[in-house]
């Protein structure tokens, strides 16, 4: 491969989520010298308040780290005209242009804060959130942003039925999470072809699919899931990725990958153990499998 791909990370990586009661919250000086440590140099900016809210203070503090902002990410309720998001999102668009990012990565949330639920969205609701995604665009592209809607476990596009009706009922592009895809019955790769130029942001995850199917079953809520180690790093688990990746790069994909492995902690993790012992392992197969020759594969899970 001639060209130079844009490798990024995410602080969910390393613990930090955005949903309360989710664990231990490791420093973002910590996390983000450990990004550079491993050979990051790109990174989203975490939940709401995690990083400096003001875009002077955010770019110190990502300039101490030579690490540039590529995205944020916000789950916010779309489909329910009841519920105002658009000031919200007109000042996150706003302080992630100020911070020099391209993406704005939204999930379309359900009611409550876990992603646990499971509910289908009626054909209103379909309507609803086609024009509060339309609007969204609006406010992106004002700030100078793509905007990418992230099909998410326990959210209104979990299940690939969702995210077939997404792609057929509007123009919106997607972040392609391959551990939340494969989770809503989804095959990455499949859903790479089927998009085609609408990626407009990759997650990579590995899956355990032992575990998956758990979560799958109702057996392990999502977090849950997530301690018992669900996502591995990238080569250890059970995703065919090379399929991912193949099927992105035949399609002209030219955006980040962000490699993501959602982990959820108790305790600040020991010197060079933890999460950036992972990061490291899913750096290194990155590497492995962008300088190896590819062909279109099937997907799906390894053989």
């Known amino acids: 491969m001639n060209r130079e791909l844009k490798v990024a990370g995410a602080p969910i990586s390393w613990g930090v989520s955005e949903l309360p009661g989710w664990g231990y919250r490791m420093s973002p000086d910590r996390v983000l010298a450990e990004m550079r440590e491993v050979g990051l140099e790109a990174t989203e900016v975490g939940p709401p308040g995690y990083m400096p809210e003001a875009p002077a203070a955010r770019r110190e503090l990502l300039e101490r780290y030579g690490m540039q902002l590529v995205a944020g990410f916000l789950a916010v309720v779309l489909h329910d005209r009841r519920h105002p998001v658009l000031g919200e999102l007109e000042r996150e668009a706003k302080a992630l242009e100020a911070s020099g990012a391209e993406v704005l990565v939204l999930a379309a949330a359900l009611h409550g804060q876990s992603y646990d639920r499971d509910e289908r969205l009626s054909g209103p609701d379909w309507i609803a959130l086609g024009e509060a995604l339309a609007d969204a665009e609006d406010i992106a592209a004002r700030h100078?942003?793509?905007l990418a809607l992230h099909p998410h476990a326990g959210t209104a596009v979990a299940r690939e039925e969702d995210v077939h009706t997404l792609l057929e009922t509007t123009t919106v592009d997607i972040c392609l999470d391959t551990g939340h895809l494969f989770l809503g019955g989804a095959d990455p790769a499949a859903i790479a072809r089927d998009a085609s130029g609408r990626v407009a942001h990759v997650h990579l995850k590995d899956i355990d699919r032992r575990l998956a199917e758990r979560v799958q079953s109702g057996e392990l809520s999502y977090a849950e899931g997530v301690t018992a180690g669900l996502y591995r790093p990238l080569g250890l688990g059970d995703l065919d990725l090379e399929a991912v990746f193949a099927r992105l790069e035949d399609a002209g994909y030219r955006g980040w990958y962000v490699l993501e492995q959602d982990t959820a902690l108790t305790a600040e993790p020991e010197s060079a153990l933890g999460p950036v012992a992972a990061a490291r392992q899913s750096i290194?197969?990155?590497?492995?499998?962008?300088?190896?020759?590819?062909?279109?594969?099937?997907?799906?899970?390894?053989?």
């Open 144 to 146: 100078g942003l793509r």
């Open 284 to 303: 290194e197969y990155f590497r492995g499998l962008s300088s190896a020759p590819h062909q279109s594969l099937e997907g799906g899970l390894k053989r």
